[in-house]
Nanobody, 128 residues
Framework: QVQVVESGGGLVQAGGSLRLSCTTS????????MAWFRQAPGKEREAISC????????YYTDPAKGRFIVSRDNIKDTMTLQMNSLKVEDTAMYYC?????????????????????WGQGTQVTVSS
């Protein structure tokens, strides 16, 4: 049984930083691309970042560009999202998702069937 667990969320002031982590079990971690998504109350889920199986190719959507950094450690079976210069609008539940493929496909930001496994999320709250 595949399990995906996020951690590292919390309350931080605007301008601060947080580091989210995602760990998995029940699969060979290094065989899959992975991604971060977020969802704020009353809003649709939003893609944040994707990283390929090697940790070499990374992708970001506009809200994350220049502020967030995704990485992974295939020895520790952990993916991280370093979030800097946080803004109030970054407040959301952040989700880790495991991709169906090794690479981040061009459609990765749509989520959906390309990501069959999801965690329960970790809450990030940014105060002004």
């Amino acid at each position: 049984q595949v399990q995906v667990v996020e951690s590292g969320g919390g309350l931080v002031q605007a301008g601060g930083s947080l580091r989210l982590s995602c760990t998995t079990s029940g699969l060979t971690f290094e065989d899959y691309g992975m991604a971060w998504f977020r969802q704020a109350p009353g809003k649709e889920r939003e893609a944040i970042s994707c990283i390929d199986w090697r940790g070499i190719d990374t992708y970001y959507t506009d809200p994350a560009k220049g502020r967030f950094i995704v990485s992974r450690d295939n020895i520790k079976d952990t993916m991280t999202l370093q979030m800097n210069s946080l803004k109030v609008e970054d407040t959301a539940m952040y989700y880790c998702a495991i991709g169906r493929y090794r690479s981040c496909l061009g459609t990765w930001s749509k989520g959906g069937p390309d990501f069959p496994y999801w965690g329960q999320g970790t809450q990030v709250t940014v105060s002004s």
